[in-house]
């Protein structure tokens, strides 16, 4: 079964700083995506970005980009110039491609940005 | 823009009441799952339906029951709530099983 795992439950940054957020897995499949979503506060979870794991480019957004490393298993997200809209819950999650199955999360990284 | 709408955001409800969640989605999705959100623990799948009238138990499903007769349409039923199933739950649809998500807002249940 895959697992994702988050190993940071809380992190905060200044705002303008960067922060990166830790993400691994585990999967025996070969083909598959990974994404991070955002949930601000007491607002709709939302996709930030998403990579698959066939591209060896590393996805960008705008502020947003992840660092993939396929052979270690890891998936993190970068956010450059931190804003304070940024403070939300962040959750990684992966899907294989071999069948129907639904989206595999970790359990959340809690972002805080400081002004 | 996908919009993935919950009936309520707030509830509130008595132990050993009948409970239904509805979720209406307008992209024409193929997938719907419902999840709990908890401090801690992150989101849980209850349930999924990837075609109507077919649906699928995640990691959580017991207490739960789920209903699809349409294709936009998943509703989540609590058939005697309990204190332990307050949480916030979370609908979600998407085209295809590996394509992403997208989420509803969320309704925050109470059970007293």
């Known amino acids: 079964a895959q697992t994702v795992t988050q190993s940071q439950p809380e992190m905060s940054v200044q705002e303008a700083e960067t922060v990166t957020l830790s993400c691994t897995y585990d999967?025996?499949?070969?083909?598959?995506?990974l994404f991070w979503y955002k949930q601000p506060p007491s607002r709709q979870m939302i996709l930030v970005i998403r990579?698959?794991?066939?591209?060896?480019q590393n996805a960008t957004e705008n502020r947003f980009s992840v660092n993939f490393q396929k052979a270690a298993k890891s998936f993190s997200l970068k956010i450059s110039d931190s804003q304070l809209g940024d403070t939300a819950m962040y959750f990684c999650?992966?899907?294989?491609?071999?069948?129907?199955?639904?989206?595999?999360f970790g359990k959340g990284t809690r972002l805080s940005v400081i002004a | 823009d996908v919009k993935v709408t919950q009936s309520s955001r707030y509830l509130v409800k008595r132990t050993g009441e009948k409970v239904f969640l509805e979720c209406v989605q307008d992209?024409?999705?193929?997938?719907m799952f419902w999840y709990r959100q908890d401090p801690g623990l992150g989101l849980r799948l209850i349930y999924f339906?990837?075609?109507?009238?077919?649906?699928e138990k995640g990691d959580i499903p017991e207490g739960y029951s789920v209903s699809r007769e349409k294709k936009e349409r998943f509703s989540l039923i609590l058939e005697s709530a309990s204190t332990n199933q307050t949480s916030m739950y979370l609908c979600?649809?998407?085209?295809?099983?590996?394509?992403?998500?997208?989420f509803g807002p969320g309704t925050r249940l109470t059970v007293t």
């Open positions: 979600a649809s998407s085209l295809f099983g590996y394509y992403e998500q997208y």
């Open positions: 999967t025996s499949e070969n083909n598959y995506y």
């Open positions: 990579q698959e794991a066939y591209k060896q």
């Open positions: 999650a992966f899907v294989g491609v071999s069948g129907n199955t639904p989206l595999v």
């Open positions: 992209m024409d999705h193929e997938n």
């Open positions: 339906s990837y075609d109507v009238k077919m649906k």
